[in-house]
């Protein structure tokens, strides 16, 4: 490992939710953001606790879980947060070794390093807990390559070369396949995660001090505000720039309810705000996704008319992105369209990011106040600003 990569993290492996009916959810991501199931875990595989179906598009892994008794750590999540992350997950070089560090340098426990195998293989297993309720997994296909001794009460780690996983997903789950019709989405981009008053700066200093990762941007409330609320935020990297978290924290406003705070009120903790998934053309993709039935946050006409002196030239015709609702933003080295959707499900919480980066490696600082100028108009819909 090196000091940039010291848990020897390698990619986003899935992002789980929990939800209240995994089924009818499946059924919505799979017809609305074109996912495909790959896999299944339930009672017809063994699995006497919960349902989850394994979602798939090129190289992004969502997880769908439903308890399926009331006295689960899952219905009380729940009951709390109603539907949201519950993981980020890693996949690392070595799980016991991911651990091992990550506890040193001052990550709580949620699971040791465990072994976990069906016929297909085994899958080396543990987490550490992040903000709110949210954890991230350490999963490794290769075992203990540098040689650490699990700690105290763990199962100890089989030799490397017993690490091999052959199956659909992850042990437990069976294939089970139904196509979606891809709109395009590509890979995650960041996700973002919005956290109380106060605890911006601890959460970045976890992910710097734990994970290894660096301040990529800084936002504050000069950069991230209109008439009503503020936020402020702080992008943490990984040493590749292939693994982003922006993390928010609500600011002062005059007299609003920044949507942070609203997040935070309906979530009743910290916890994933939004997923932005990135694909390689987004007027394609989002005309399918809209008449897929995604809704999607709207800015003024207005907006429109102020690009070409505010951008510059871009490839893509206004009349087009106007037409979408699409926003463009430009740094140093090119420029990015994006779009929010409404939050998925009924509390004002989760939503998604549609992005494409033509060069730009920020996250569209230019768009933030007609942005929050309709996630406002939202806020005073739900009785919330």
Not at 272 to 298: P, S, Y
Request: with cysteine; aromatic share 12%; charged share 25%.
């Amino acid at each position: 490992m090196n000091n940039k990569n010291p848990l020897g993290l390698k990619k986003i492996h899935h992002v789980e939710f929990f939800v209240g009916n995994a089924k009818q959810a499946e059924f919505y991501y799979r017809n609305a953001f074109g996912f495909s199931r790959v896999a299944y875990s339930g009672l017809e595989t063994g699995n006497r606790d919960a349902t989850s179906y394994v979602l798939r598009q090129n190289r992004v892994n969502f997880i769908l879980t439903t308890p399926l008794h009331e006295k689960t750590f899952a219905s009380e999540h729940l009951k709390l947060h109603g539907d949201g992350v519950r993981d980020i997950a890693f996949q690392v070089e070595d799980c016991d070794y991911a651990f091992n560090e990550a506890v040193k340098r001052g990550a709580k426990v949620f699971q040791e390093p465990r072994d976990i195998s069906d016929e297909n293989g085994t899958i080396r297993y543990a987490a550490i807990h992040t903000y709110g309720d949210t954890i991230h997994s350490l999963i490794s296909y290769q075992g203990n390559a540098h040689g650490k001794s699990v700690s105290s009460g763990s199962t100890a780690a089989q030799p490397a070369s017993e690490y091999v996983y052959n199956g659909a997903f992850l042990p437990h789950f069976a294939p089970s396949e139904i196509k979606g019709k891809e709109v395009g989405i590509q890979l995650i981009d960041h996700i973002v995660g919005n956290v109380e008053l106060g605890k911006m700066n601890h959460w970045a200093d976890f992910y710097s001090n734990v994970l290894g990762f660096h301040r990529y941007i800084t936002f504050d409330d000069k950069d991230i505000s209109t008439e009503y609320s503020a936020l402020m935020s702080i992008v943490m990297s990984d040493g590749g720039h292939n693994i982003k978290f922006p993390i928010n924290e609500p600011a002062e406003g005059k007299g609003g309810k920044s949507q942070i705070q609203e997040y935070i009120d309906y979530y009743k903790s910290a916890g994933v705000q939004h997923v932005a998934l990135l694909c390689k053309d987004i007027l394609k993709t989002v005309d399918k996704l809209q008449k897929n039935g995604v809704e999607f946050l709207r800015v003024p006409d207005t907006y429109y008319e102020e690009i070409p002196e505010r951008v510059g030239e871009i490839d893509e015709n206004i009349e087009d992105l106007k037409r979408l609702g699409l926003l463009v933003d430009r740094d140093d080295e090119g420029y990015l369209l994006q779009i929010f959707t409404k939050p998925v499900e009924d509390r004002p919480t989760v939503f998604y990011e549609i992005l494409q980066r033509k060069g730009c490696k920020g996250f569209g600082k230019g768009n933030f106040k007609a942005l929050f100028v309709s996630i406002e108009e939202e806020q005073r819909r739900r009785g919330n600003l």
